[in-house]
């Protein structure tokens, strides 16, 4: 099962599928009123859940950005296999590493009843299956784990996130799954923390530079189309983003308010490492992103999910050489800023 769209019924997100592969969705939420809440050690606190209920979901965690009130995610969505009672007791620990009493004994009842079988064993496997291998229950424990540690660490109480959550179903392959990537991993130069992301560390691209195994795995996964090999993953990353030169100050000779008076003027192209230096509302707010066929394949269902009456038309996007990729959504706002 897959899912697309701007989420605004979580649900509706289980309604799409891919053709029976993986799916891959970049997902992006804030806290409460934007507020500026999140210093060093709490970036370091949702990095590691990130990485921890990934594991648990079995979702794939291609790459992902903190910043100072919200986060990105590039996930890669497994079609639904088979999961082991081992694998499915191992990825319970993993969500619960330093477990408590009671945690410790709910384990040991859950193996026993799994290894008994019967009716209490399949209602186990029900119940944690329904947490794995969904984009919307990866988004939902992770905020939530993160609110609980958040709000007991600060003695805060109430809402910490803003109630719903973007998401863009992206194809998964090629020029839309690596330019999302560098895009997500470019949030840091954009917000002007940072002139390269390898020296963010709360970005996959800093982690994957900086040898992380599973940062550069799914960095790996990103490129595995065009490369065979690490190096040449992180080197084709790195030219993305920056463009020819393939340093800060090479290829994008203008900078980001420049490259917006630009982008104001009608039929304007510029080089795409420069446009990835300004807020790109298609990588948000597109719902669905990847050539002209793969989006053109979902007009029908998303039609239906939403309730339209008119078939949706596929937008090329505009303002630099994209690479023939387009969205199902046209933005009326300005896109980019």
């Not at 997100?13 to 934007?34: D, E, F, S, W």
């Amino acid at each position: 099962m897959a899912s697309c769209g701007v989420i605004v019924g979580q649900m509706r997100m289980r309604r799409l599928k891919v053709n029976g592969v993986r799916a891959t969705y970049h997902c992006m939420t804030r806290t409460v009123n934007g507020e500026m809440l999140f210093g060093d050690r709490e970036k370091e606190v949702l990095r590691k859940m990130l990485w921890q209920v990934a594991d648990f979901c079995g979702v794939e965690l291609l790459t992902y950005c903190i910043l100072g009130n919200h986060f990105h995610v590039l996930l890669g969505v497994p079609v639904a296999e088979d999961v082991s009672d081992s694998e499915l007791m191992r990825r319970y620990r993993v969500l619960y590493p330093k477990p408590t009493k009671y945690q410790v004994a709910s384990a040991k009842v859950m193996e026993a009843e799994l290894t008994a079988g019967g009716e209490e064993a399949a209602a186990i496997r029900s119940k944690l299956l329904a947490r794995m291998g969904d984009v919307s229950e990866y988004m939902k424990a992770v905020k939530q784990r993160f609110s609980v540690w958040y709000n007991r660490t600060h003695q805060r109480y109430g809402t910490l996130w803003s109630e719903r959550f973007k998401s863009v179903l992206v194809e998964g392959e090629g020029t839309p799954l690596q330019t999302m990537a560098a895009y997500i991993d470019l949030n840091p130069v954009r917000a002007g923390l940072v002139e390269d992301p390898k020296d963010y560390r709360f970005c996959g691209y800093a982690e994957a530079v900086a040898g992380f195994l599973e940062a550069r795995e799914g960095l790996l996964q990103v490129w595995v189309d065009r490369v065979q090999s690490m190096g040449d993953a992180l080197r084709s990353h790195r030219m993305l983003i920056f463009g020819k030169g393939s340093g800060p100050g090479n290829g994008h000779t203008i900078s980001r308010e420049q490259a917006l008076k630009v982008l104001e003027q009608e039929d304007a192209v510029l080089p795409r490492a420069t446009v990835l230096r300004c807020r790109v509302r298609y990588f948000t707010d597109g719902a669905i992103l990847g050539s002209k066929e793969f989006v053109q394949g979902f007009t029908g269902s998303w039609q239906i999910d939403r309730g339209r009456k008119k078939t949706p038309k596929v937008r090329e996007l505009t303002g630099a050489n994209w690479g023939n990729l387009s969205v199902i959504r046209g933005l009326r706002r300005q896109v980019f800023s």
